[in-house]
């Protein structure tokens, strides 16, 4: 659960997400380029999207990180044999952008696919 003075949104942008639990934005890209550990929404612009679930997973890898003293491949371990947090939002609580953004996306996808046989 996100602690109180954080606004309830559905998501938030890499400077939110960073604000909110206090780690740096290139940190936040570094665990998801290296780490392979945090899977934001990505825009049709390529901007992140982030959860609360992700907001949530940022804070136990920086404890993780912090306080145990893990490294990467340790915390994906660690994060793996935890994981019973759902990864993908239910459609009912897509916003309507967000909805016409994953079916533009799966337009794209379709059409690709034809093209590659």
């Given at each position: 659960m996100l602690p109180e003075e954080i606004p309830a949104k559905p998501y938030y942008t890499i400077g939110e997400a960073s604000r909110i639990t206090g780690v740096r934005p290139h940190v936040l890209r570094y665990w998801e380029n290296q780490g392979k550990i945090l899977r934001?929404?990505?825009?049709?612009?390529?901007?992140?999207?982030?959860?609360?679930?992700?907001?949530?997973?940022?804070?136990?890898?920086?404890?993780?990180?912090?306080?145990?003293?893990?490294?990467?491949?340790a915390m994906r371990r660690q994060l793996r044999s935890h994981q019973d947090i759902p990864r993908i939002s239910p459609p009912s609580c897509l916003s309507s952008e967000v909805r016409q953004l994953l079916l533009g996306l799966k337009e794209e996808l379709e059409a690709l696919r034809e093209l590659l046989g």
């Open positions: 934001p929404v990505r825009r049709r612009s390529r901007h992140r999207l982030y959860r609360p679930a992700d907001i949530q997973l940022i804070l136990e890898i920086k404890r993780l990180r912090e306080e145990e003293r893990l490294t990467l491949p």
